[in-house]
């Protein structure tokens, strides 16, 4: 089923692929985001979901900012739908592949599972239900040079954060960004632990000094209000995810030299 899945995005991203480096001696950086909702997009009218400008989330301004800036990249991961575009096609200018799985908790992202979706998505996708590998099978999959990470808007759990970061540092070698959780509001529930969850990052990240891979802290939750956060009190506004999108590009540009290597 998954296979099914994949299928559908790879010529979009292949073909980006080869654009973005031919005729250039650049490292084509493979980057995988990593989350829940927010890192797969949000979609308000379920309606009309095709035309909602909210599908790809931050990953198309960031996708942007990339681009203009001269990287050549890839994006990767094991899920390609709710991509940005129109009327169900995918822009050739967006590269759809994520691995942001929607509901789902830092546990879940380390052991993989059933991936809540849509039944107009299953019946597109031509399969029952939608199911992921656990992150460290995805990432020997994807061969990623970097990882977007954010996670914990559901459930929190850090706990389950700290198990999740750490299996990604014993098993990755490339550069690993993880980014606290934007705000919350009511009506989500547990909107209050939100500050207390990104609190205890840094001091986790800061006893990682055995790690394979590179780890980067982003402080998303700093750049953020709650007025950049929709109605639902979790998902961001076009406003909000192009903060995201700034706030990841900056951590690129601080590291650029050594992902280009």
């Known amino acids: ?37 927010i890192t797969r997009g949000s979609h308000v009218d379920t309606s009309n979901m095709t035309a909602n400008i909210h599908a790809g989330g931050y990953r198309k ?10 990287y050549h990249y890839l994006f990767v991961g094991e899920l390609d739908y709710w991509a940005y575009g129109k009327d169900g096609v995918c822009d ?15 546990d879940l992202i380390l052991n993989g599972g059933v991936v809540p979706t849509p039944q107009m998505d299953l019946d597109r996708l031509g399969v029952t239900e939608l199911r992921v590998p656990g992150i460290l099978e995805v990432i020997d999959r994807q061969k990623p040079d970097v990882i977007l ?11 389950g954060r700290n198990r999740l970061i750490r299996a990604i540092c014993d098993h990755f070698t490339g550069t690993l960004f993880v980014a606290t ?24 990240l800061n006893t990682l000094t055995d790690a394979k891979c590179k780890v980067v802290f982003v402080d998303m939750f700093s750049h953020l209000t709650e007025e950049d956060i929709l109605g639902d009190g ?21 590291h650029r030299k050594d992902l280009e290597k």
């Not at 559908?8 to 980057?31: E, H, N, P």
């Not at 301004?61 to 001269?70: F, I, T, V």
Request: proline share 8%; net charge positive.
């Open 181 to 204: 959780i934007p705000p919350q509001k009511a009506p989500r529930t547990g909107c209050e632990r939100v500050e207390a969850y990104n609190r205890s990052l840094p001091d986790f």
């Open 1 to 37: 089923m998954l296979k099914k899945l994949i299928s559908l995005g790879a010529a979009c991203a292949v073909l980006f692929g080869i654009s973005s480096c031919c005729g250039a001696k650049k490292k084509t950086i493979r980057i995988m985001p990593v989350g829940d909702s």
């Open 234 to 254: 979790v998902h961001p506004s076009l406003g909000g995810l192009a903060k995201m999108a700034d706030v990841w590009f900056e951590a690129m540009q601080a």
């Open 61 to 70: 301004p960031l996708q942007d900012k990339l681009k203009a800036a001269g």
């Open 92 to 106: 050739p200018d967006f590269q759809p592949m994520h691995h942001g799985l929607a509901g789902f908790s830092n």
């Open 149 to 159: 990470l954010m996670s914990g808007t559901n459930g929190f759990g850090e706990e």
